[in-house]
């Protein structure tokens, strides 16, 4: 199965700024490539990714464009390759702009046989990447696998590389433990409970667990809202937030200060990003299906429409917009859709046959101590199977409810990403692989 391996690069200056004009040549040609997509579109053309390869090589030949032959020829055409795709799945007018100030440099080098690496010693190795020569990276892990491409992206003040690897591991067709299922409610106070009871949160990591049986206790920060920050951490982040409004638009100190802030909440990105692929695995490990509630997280997280006072032109009343940007930083925080991803991620390489369908909720379990029946029913949706009610959402034409799954089954094309959920049908005797399930709370009703 392919994986992927991150290392984190040690550019030399040369390397370093070569690394930053690559990754803005990439983001001049995305830009340019949207703007030639839409244009078409506006005279009722279109235009494909083999035909703005082609004109990117005449492109090449202007000496106005000279500057795009610094970049090797792939990793531009990976460019183009991504926006292609980005249009094809989500629209030519839905596909962002890539700005100088908010993206962050990436490019990625499509082609093992010119991307050899190479181990120095227990904890280095180093990689030859093309017009960069070699450059050394931290082996905090082994690779795994042989190598079949690499990504390089930045990060803050520094750069890191992604290798995807064939790591040669065999798909698992059948769950240790196929009679165990089980129900995850993402909540603000505490950021997983199962139907179980065990809670997921970041104040039961520890050296051996990420979870307990008991509700994790309140600390400092939590009123704060500063999640996976310390204390400590916290209180810096707010001295550098208060010297952010003092200081001057495009001084030093601000960029001093911003990059500051940068690193802090990269500290925080990072172990979250840890906290989910731990409880992912546990949750993967001791359960055959895991069901989950769907989530509109980008709706639940919009701010608030103003309220005009009808009675005084261009005033507003109290719209409680503070409480709400409250409200979303919790739930931004707790990072609901990271742990999605991270099922997902961990469903993959242990259940082979995970498509799309749609299920009922089965029969309410009593309600344990301390929960709300709503939540609840939301946490063990699915356990007893699907229903025939008829409140029960559609099912996928290609998945029906009676029909047994078929193991080498693949995504189903009638259900769109916003509506589907994925798993396995739950019906027939097939081995009970982990089976990742969305419901909607509305038919929870």
Not at 44 to 49: C, D, E, P, T
Not at 136 to 146: D, I, Q, T, Y
Not at 158 to 168: A, C, E, K, M
Not at 328 to 334: E, G, H
Request: aromatic share 8%.
């Amino acid at each position: 199965m392919l994986a992927g391996r991150r290392y984190r690069l040690e550019f030399d200056l040369g390397q370093r700024l070569f690394a930053e004009r690559l990754g803005g040549i990439c983001r001049s040609v995305w830009n340019t490539g949207l703007e030639q997509r839409r244009a078409y579109r506006r005279r009722g053309a279109f235009i494909g990714y083999a035909e703005q390869c082609r004109q990117l090589a005449e492109a090449k030949k202007d000496p106005d464009c000279a500057w795009l032959a610094e970049a090797s020829a792939q990793v531009i055409q990976q460019t183009l390759k991504d926006l292609d795709r980005a249009c094809r799945e989500h629209g030519t007018w839905k596909v962002r702009w890539k700005s100088k100030a908010r993206w962050r440099p990436s490019f990625r080098f499509p082609t093992a046989q010119q991307i050899p690496v190479e181990k120095i010693s227990r904890k280095w190795g180093r990689v030859f990447l093309p017009k960069f020569g070699w450059v050394k990276f931290r082996m905090s892990r082994p690779l795994g696998g042989s190598v079949k491409s690499a990504t390089v992206a930045r990060d803050g003040r520094h750069w890191f590389i992604s290798f995807l690897v064939d790591d040669g591991l065999a798909e698992v067709s059948e769950h240790a433990r196929p009679e165990r299922h089980a129900g995850v409610d993402r909540g603000v106070a505490t950021a997983a409970v199962t139907s179980d009871g065990e809670f997921f949160d970041r104040r039961h990591a520890g050296e051996s667990s990420v979870s307990s049986m008991a509700p994790p206790a309140e600390t400092d920060g939590d009123a704060g809202g500063t999640g996976f920050l310390t204390a400590g951490e916290a209180r810096r982040y707010l001295r550098l937030q208060r010297r952010l409004a003092r200081s001057k638009k495009g001084s030093n100190r601000r960029r001093r200060v911003v990059r500051a802030m940068g690193d802090l909440m990269r500290r925080a990105r990072w172990r979250r990003a840890d906290f989910n692929a731990q409880a992912a695995h546990r949750l993967t490990r001791d359960y055959a299906i895991v069901t989950l509630e769907r989530l509109n997280v980008r709706a639940m997280t919009a701010s608030v429409a103003p309220r005009p006072d009808p009675g005084a032109p261009g005033a507003y009343l109290p719209n409680g917009r503070a409480a709400k940007a409250g409200l979303n930083r919790s739930i931004l925080d707790k990072g609901w859709y990271g742990l999605e991803a991270a099922l997902r991620s961990k469903a993959r390489s242990a259940a082979p046959a995970i498509q799309e369908t749609c299920h009922t909720p089965g029969p309410t379990p009593p309600t344990p101590a301390g929960r709300s029946p709503a939540r609840t029913a939301v946490a063990s949706a699915c356990r007893d199977g699907p229903t025939d009610s008829a409140t029960a959402p559609r099912r996928c034409a290609a998945a029906p409810a009676s029909s047994p799954p078929s193991p080498t089954a693949g995504r189903s094309p009638t259900c769109s990403a916003a509506s589907a959920v994925f798993a396995v049908p739950l019906t027939g005797d097939d081995p009970a692989a982990v089976r990742v399930v969305l419901v909607d709370e509305a038919a929870l009703a």
